[in-house]
């Protein structure tokens, strides 16, 4: 008699060391590997391991939480002996043992490093048979034969095992080791005592996973019954084409190839796209309709059949109606009118014209892509837009092969779809914020889509075609130029679009803004006028820009006010009762339409100070005042530079303190000036990055003024590069410097003499409000820009 055996005889319990696991659960007389994963049962298995290799095996029911801290098992365990027993480096153990024996767990005891289970034994002793339980025997082996039929991965030992057991607990234990069921049901097979409710509970178990497993054969068979129905289909069509080749016939199901090549055909497409798409159309024909394949060819000869290969949109060619378009949408941009009419006017001398590249760029709100769409209006062309922002793949212009999954053509032959003509006007918006990373460079991909040489020929990564690109009007725009490719720009026309001045910004609003936001609010059929002082308060006082974009939202601001006063004195109550509402709006009425003014005359900028001079400088939003403040302390004799100051500028910078360094004496300077003092120069507004090299006039200014103690003279605004002989050097963007200086009422420009020329682009109204001094050396400037006679010495050395 064993230990247990003897303890159950006499009533006792027995303690053995604890090992658990969440998906195992042990029958007697199987089998079986256990994975101990906590600290506490791989120390429980070590000193089972030096004893008699005896341990409890338990499911885990519940590991510990802040409600409770104790380890919960089920409450029926096994007692196992360990037959192999490996530990893993990862510090936990696999086990093999075999089961022995069911027992209650009475409680669980925490020892110093495991823990043990006190334990009573279960008899297991086969009760008497009668008809009854062998009836129920006989169920339960005839279930699991079927189940071990069903599952397939039962090994044929264990189903004779179960089969020939000569008791009902043997056969639940090995028919309850074989089943692939959940822990949970597992386990109320372990806990039952009578053999009675343990096969009943067996039959119940084996019924549900028959019936599982016979679902899951039913439905692969429905499965693969319709994948051989395809396979004889197939093989039956394959079988047909060859019978119809046979008798000379081109029959079958041919209507969607024939379909498409009648679309191609339609479209007129040059000798080498039909070639192709013959090809193309003869492969899709031989494949099955539902081939992946196939999706990709037909996707492929509908691209095609769709693009526009030759059919051409009628074009204007009355230069006339083409200028009457152009002026009812947009004020001002001669020089991008006059291109256009340039252009209408050679197509009607000749009748085959590549179209050109054009490339208007201006600040924001200036109207650049609207007048993309106001050329197209002009030539009677179809209009098509692509926004270039943002976009770093390659693919987006030129496409993917079509091998990859859901490949398309690129931006270009979409948006040529999308026109359904050959010769759209097609506008490339925001050129300039093109980017690049290790997907391509879209800019690359341009060059050749905007070079007229070689646009006839542009090919797709997705066609693998030649589509003629040459009567296509493209038209870019762009803010700055300095971020386009060298190459990319050599192709294209530049046509700069300036800011515009309050007399533009006055007319536009009237002839344009004030109309079109008064129809968009509701107000077009009421009489409600805005005063040109009206206008003009809003230009000066609420807006600061080149272009008119934050001036229409202004105006339209105003008129959703004038909209809900209108609405609230009833004249929304019956349909065109608005016609008679009536509201004048004036500079006065401005501020309770819009609020405080957000800008107001800083007479800071007509204040002379030392040390302080007042730059012009051109960005990407148009002109702006840019204040040059320089100080003179003790210190180290050094220049320090602040406020984000680019490369060019810095050097600029050095270049004036040189200049001026060399020329002190002129400057009524001495060697006291310079020894032991620290020159500061900053440029305020210090997170916007400045650079450039037209500020070298203010730097110079403002350092000389800082060194002598000397202000400049009020009111005055410069530009222009210096070169360390003294010569001033032109600048460019003079129109948006001068407009920015007569914002903030700046009465005197000084500017660079070899820039007169550029004068002429200076509005009439705005060059008769400013005074301007043309130099062309630094003394000429200095002597301008200081009181007379600051600096005798230097006006007779520049003499």
Known sequence: MSLIDSLKAHGESVELPLVYARESVIFPRSLAPILVATSFGVNAAEL????????????????????????????TATICHIIQFARLPDGTARLLVEGEKRARVRKTVYRKDHLSASLEPLDDAEPERDRELDALMEVVRKDFLQYAELAKKIPPELVQAALKADGPHRLVDLAGHALAARPERKQELLDAADARERLELLAAALESEVESLSLQKRISQRVKSRIDKSQREYFLNEQLREINRELGKEGGDESETKELERRILEREPPEEVLEKARKELGRLAKLQAFSPEAGVLRAYCEWIADLPWSGKSSENRDIAFARKALDEDHYGMEKAKERILEYIAVL??????????????????????????????????????????????????????????????????????????????FLLDEVDKLSSDFRGDPASALLEVLDPEQNHNFTDHYLELPYDLSSTLFIATANSLHSIPAPLLDRMEVIEIPGYSEYEKLEIAKSFIVPRQLAENGLGDAKVRISDDAILEIVRHYTMESGVRSLEREIAHA???????????????????????????????????????????????????????????????????????????EGEESLILTGKLGDVMKESARAALSLIRARAAAFGLDADSFRRKTLHVHVPEGAIPKDGPSAGITLAASMLSALSGKPLLSGRAMTGEITLTGRILPIGGLKEKVLAARRLDIGTVLLPARNERDLEDVPREVARELEFILVDTVDEALAALFSPGSFPAAGASGA
């Open 348 to 425: 009607g001398l000749k009748e085959k014209l590549r179209g050109p590249i054009l490339c208007f760029v201006g600040a924001p709100g200036t109207g650049k892509t609207s007048l993309g769409r106001s050329v197209a209006r002009a030539l009677g062309r179809e209009f098509v837009r692509v926004s270039l922002g943002g976009v770093r793949d390659e693919a987006e212009i030129r496409g993917h092969r079509k091998t990859y999954v859901g490949a398309l053509p690129g931006k270009i032959l979409q948006s040529m779809k999308k026109a359904g003509v050959s010769n759209p006007v």
């Open 559 to 633: 008129a959703r006010r004038v909209a809900r006063e209108a609405v609230e004195k009833g004249w929304a109550a019956e349909p065109g009762k608005i016609a008679g509402f009536s509201r004048s709006i004036s500079s006065k009425t401005v501020p309770a339409l819009l609020g405080k003014p957000r800008r107001q005359d800083d007479p800071v900028y007509r204040e002379g100070r030392v040390g302080v001079a007042y730059g012009l400088a051109w960005t990407e939003l148009g002109g702006t005042v840019l204040p040059v403040e320089s100080t003179v302390f």
């Open 48 to 75: 089972a391991m030096k004893g008699d290799r005896r341990v409890a095996a338990a499911l885990l029911a519940r590991m510990p939480d802040e409600k409770s801290p104790e380890i919960e098992v089920a409450k």
